[in-house]
């Protein structure tokens, strides 16, 4: 008789999580493996594949990966055949590709801006569309988005990744919407800061040795005085991978360590002693 953990498994499923050759998406690709999915994966050049494809083999897992850009859709119908070939059709996608610009409104060119909003929010488009026939005739499927603090409140200087963010909080509860009657869940994760290559540049001590600005502002605002971890996020990404979320549509889900419940405390008044570095979470191609 199966038991209530075997809700959380995803045994012969067919997982696609894009811009996964490190950070978040390889550490959701590294727990599907664990939970029994293929994993298959892409990413924006072939320097970081080969380089995700390593970290995959390290694991001890067989991982499909190629390039492909999310934002073009041939490249993208091109991967899904690929996968479709290889695995069968596609159980499991995560929209985990992004792109963040932190430059002043007023000083953002429209191609800057354009090039966030291709990525992080028309790329979880193109996706979702190519993988969504071959779920609805499954008769089942999970879709999750990479949403985010900025799904919920805006910040200086990231007015266009706030705006993809937000939009894709309605793209995801627009793909309930339409495709829950199929059988086809549509949730988002949203991380509140999480220690990746991408918000590095927030956590960099100072000339001096200090911590970050930044750094010391988001521990004043987050209950657990700590960034995230790529660790953290695993549990949410299968349970909303699994048959154990089969009635969750349409949300997203924070996991903020709490950032979105309080309102802060004054940074001045937090013991750096207490604080270890944050360690970086996976491989970051040179810039
Ligand atoms: P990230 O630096 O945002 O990496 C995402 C991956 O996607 C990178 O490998 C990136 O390649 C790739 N990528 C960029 N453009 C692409 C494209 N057009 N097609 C295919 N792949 C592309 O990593 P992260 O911090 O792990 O974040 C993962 C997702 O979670 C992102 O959507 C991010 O916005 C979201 N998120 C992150 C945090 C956080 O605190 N880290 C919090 C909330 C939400 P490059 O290395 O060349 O850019
Ligand atoms: C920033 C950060 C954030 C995080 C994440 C928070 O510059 O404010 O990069 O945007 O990446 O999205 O949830």
Not at 86 to 102: T, Y
Not at 117 to 140: E, H, Q, R, Y
Not at 152 to 180: P, W
Not at 190 to 219: N, V
């Amino acid at each position: 008789m199966s038991g209530i953990l075997d809700k959380f498994r995803l045994d012969g499923k067919v997982a696609w999580i894009t811009g996964a050759s490190y950070g978040l998406g390889l550490a959701y690709a590294q727990a599907y493996a664990e939970a029994g999915a293929k994993i298959a994966f892409n990413d924006i050049n072939q320097e970081l594949v080969d380089r995700g494809m390593a970290e995959y083999r390290k694991l001890g897992i067989d991982a499909y990966g190629a390039v492909c850009d999310v934002t073009k859709e041939a490249e993208v119908e091109a991967f899904v055949k690929t996968v479709n070939e290889k695995f069968g059709s596609i159980d499991i996608l995560v929209n985990n590709a992004g792109i963040i610009k932190r430059i002043p409104m007023t000083e953002m060119t429209l191609e800057q801006w354009n090039q966030v909003i291709n990525v992080d929010l028309t790329g979880p488009f193109i996706c979702s569309k190519a993988v969504l026939p071959g779920m609805i005739k499954k008769g089942s499927g999970k879709i999750i988005n990479a949403c985010s603090m900025m799904s919920e409140l805006g910040r200086e200087t990231v007015s266009a990744y706030a705006a993809a963010k937000g939009g894709l909080k309605m793209l995801t509860k627009n793909i309930c919407s339409e495709y829950g009657q199929y059988n086809i869940q549509c949730n988002a994760i949203g991380p509140g800061y999480i220690a990746t290559p991408q918000t590095a540049p927030l956590r960099e001590k100072q000339e001096d040795g200090s911590m970050h600005p930044f750094d010391r502002f988001i521990r004043s605002k987050t209950p657990a005085q700590r960034w995230g971890r790529t660790e953290d996020l695993m549990g949410l990404a299968v349970f909303l991978a699994s048959p154990a979320s089969d009635f969750i549509n349409g949300q997203v889900v924070y996991i903020d360590g709490g950032i979105l419940a309080y309102i802060g405390q004054d940074p001045s008044n937090l013991d750096e002693s207490k604080f270890k570095a944050e360690e970086e979470s996976d491989i970051k191609v040179a810039d």
